[in-house]
């Protein structure tokens, strides 16, 4: 694609010219399985758990079989920081290609776009152009997409078969239900009336990209060497979405989708030549080398850094957490010389399986403790929380009582531990 002089030679005349490679049935492709996948997403659900989905009630981030609670607040800022930086990598090395080839927005706008077309009518400015019975059918197919759009979003926090069964039934909750109409409403607005507008107007990412843009960035441009070639033909301005002349150099508007590339290509096809526009690492075409500046590589490193980080932490945290803490509306009393303290625990189930637990309750000098509750197969599910009130009985007298709660598994491998410190009072402190 790199656009070279010594490349531009006219084939002989009488010559039958190949067909150009266009690039829109890629970008087609590469369009829908993007949104496949976004759809089908939160339908896949190994060993029960959503692959992606936040869980409110839970406070939690389902991720690729990881559950990441609030807690653990160092996962979620380095899940924070990792998707930054590959966001900024993406910007630096590709530019816009983003909006052209994998933004909903634009998947969304080509859709809308086609079914006008599929109607009958014609997209002038931005707006629908045609029979009034036509714009009215477009209009309420538009509704379908919108409707979809809006449930998939909320799949992302609601299982889709909960959601669907709740929507049917009609017991799906009234803030959910609330919030699916809402977004319906504004995916169908979007459909209806902004589309490229949305783009060429509102959408901050175009700004955030020219303060990101580098000299190898990925770029989709007329060459200074190539305008003299140029036929005035206009094909790649009628064929632009955003109604830009890419002749006119680089423009903020630009999407980089490469409508206007395909349309050059086809034109010059004909004079048995190869097309004038290309995307190139940079506006001077300094090639893929390019890349290796200290910008792109400095980035780049941050990006490996934070993901192996975030990789190692998620796969070598324990597999359950304890956490104790004293019953805060229950002081320790005494009971026939004996001290009896209320604790609440909570067990943090992080594996992806259902588990069941036992918990094992220890002095200072390794004397297994009277307990009254339940301590013995405690099941929680796969990233589940189980939260339980349990009596611990210690001798009265001592100043300071160490209790050591410990969390085993179902083979009785210790997972977790927490301390205590139980005082011979009727106030005991956590350690």
């Not at 009958?120 to 629908?128: F, P, Q, S």
């Not at 588990?355 to 099941?379: F, M, N, P, W």
């Amino acid at each position: 694609m790199a656009a070279c002089s010594h490349r531009q030679l006219t084939m002989p005349t009488g010559h039958k010219h190949k067909r150009p490679l266009l690039l829109g049935p890629w970008r087609r492709t590469f369009q829908w399985l993007t949104t496949l996948t976004i759809i089908l997403l939160p339908w896949i659900q190994p060993g029960g758990v959503s692959l992606v989905r936040i869980d409110i009630p839970s406070l939690s981030l389902h991720l690729f079989g990881q559950v990441l609670r609030i807690q653990e607040l160092y996962l979620l800022l380095l899940f924070i920081l990792a998707t930054g930086a590959a966001f900024l990598f993406i910007t630096l090395v590709f530019g816009r290609v983003w909006c052209g080839w994998a933004c909903p927005q634009t998947t969304l706008t080509d859709l809308a776009e086609w079914l006008a077309r599929r109607c009958k009518l014609n997209i002038l400015a931005n707006r629908l152009q045609g029979a009034l019975v036509h714009q009215i059918v477009a209009q309420v197919i538009y509704l379908l997409p919108a409707l979809l759009v809006a449930a998939n979003l909320l799949w992302y926090f609601i299982e889709p078969q909960r959601f669907l069964a709740g929507l049917v039934s009609g017991t799906l909750h009234p803030g959910v239900l609330i919030t699916f109409l809402v977004i319906t409403a504004i995916i169908y607005l979007d459909l209806a009336l902004i589309r490229r507008l949305m783009c060429r107007e509102f959408c901050p990412y175009g700004r955030i990209q020219s303060s990101f843009v580098d000299p190898a960035t990925l770029t989709l441009h007329l060459p200074e060497e190539e305008k003299p070639r140029c036929i005035r033909c206009n094909s790649c301005v009628r064929t632009c979405p955003m109604g830009i002349d890419i002749r006119n150099g680089y423009q903020i508007e630009c999407i980089n989708c490469g409508r206007c590339l395909d349309a050059c290509r086809q034109i010059m096809a004909k004079k048995n030549e190869p097309g004038l526009i290309y995307y190139t690492f940079g506006v001077d075409n300094r090639g893929a080398g390019a890349l290796l500046n200290l910008r792109v590589l400095l980035l780049a490193v941050l990006l490996i850094t934070l993901f192996s980080a975030l990789t190692y932490a998620t796969l070598a945290r324990p597999r359950a957490s304890l956490k104790v803490s004293l019953a805060p509306t229950a002081a320790s009393t005494i009971v026939a010389e004996q001290q009896a303290t209320l604790f609440t625990i909570w067990i943090n189930n992080r594996s992806n399986e259902q588990q069941k637990y036992h918990l094992r309750t220890l002095s200072s000098a390794g004397a297994i403790l009277e307990v009254r509750g339940h301590t013995e197969d405690i099941s929680v599910a796969a990233g589940g929380n189980q939260q339980l009130r349990l009596i611990v009985i210690t001798p009265v007298g001592t100043q300071a009582f160490v209790v050591e709660f410990q969390l085993l598994d179902n083979n009785l491998q210790q997972v977790a531990t927490a301390q205590a410190h139980v005082r011979s009072t009727s106030n005991p402190q956590i350690k």
